[in-house]
C-alpha cells in the first residue's frame, strides 16, 4: 500500500526514530511502512493519522482505488 | 519497550533454559545409559528439560508479545516455518517408518528441528524486510 509518511515525517524533520517513539513501535516498522512492506493495523494507521492531524486516506493510499 | 529491550530480555530467560535442558538432556542420558540411578528417579529428572523447554517456549511467547506488530509478524511466520518443518519431517518419516522400514527417529530431534528452522526462517525473513 502507497503512503505519504515519509513526505510527512520529512516536513516535521523527524528520523524513523523519533517517529517510531513517538507511535510506540520501531524504527523497523517505520521503514517497512515507509517502503509498502508492511501494511499497518488499523490502531496503527488511527495512530499515525492522528499524530500528523490527517484523515487515514490521507496518508495511505488504497490500491483498489489507485487502479480504478 | 524497544526491541533491543524486548531481545535482552527474551536472551536474559531463553540462553539459560536451553543451557539447562541441553546440560539435563545429556545429563539424563549418561545417567541412563548407566543405570546409576533408578526408573523412577530417573523420570524425575527428566522433568528437567522438560520445565526447560516450557521456559523456552515461554520466553519466546513473551518476546513476540513485546516487540510491535510488524516485528511480531516476522516471529509468527519464522514460528509458523519451523512448525512446518517439524510436520514434515515427523509426518513424512512416520510414514517411511511404516511403510518402508526406514530407521526410527527419535521424537527428541522434533525441538532441535523445530529451533533450528524457525531461527533460520526467522533470520532470512528480518534480513529480506530490512531489519537488520
Redesign the interface.
Known sequence: MKNRLKALRAERGWSQSVLGDHL???R??I???E?G??D??LP?AFKIARLFGRVIEEIFEDDVCADD | M??EQATCRYFKAFVPAICVYAVGTVGITWLGSRSLVPSAVLYMLALVPVVAIFLAFWAHWRFATE?????R?IQIKGTLFGIACVMIVASGWGTLETLADAPNLPVFWLLPIFWVAQSAATAIISKR???F
Open positions: 510506540d513501535v520501531s523497523q516498522t521503514n517497512a511502512i517502503a512492506r508492511y499497518p493495523s496503527l | 524497544t526491541p516487540v510491535d506488530e510488524f516485528l509478524l524486510e530490512g531489519v
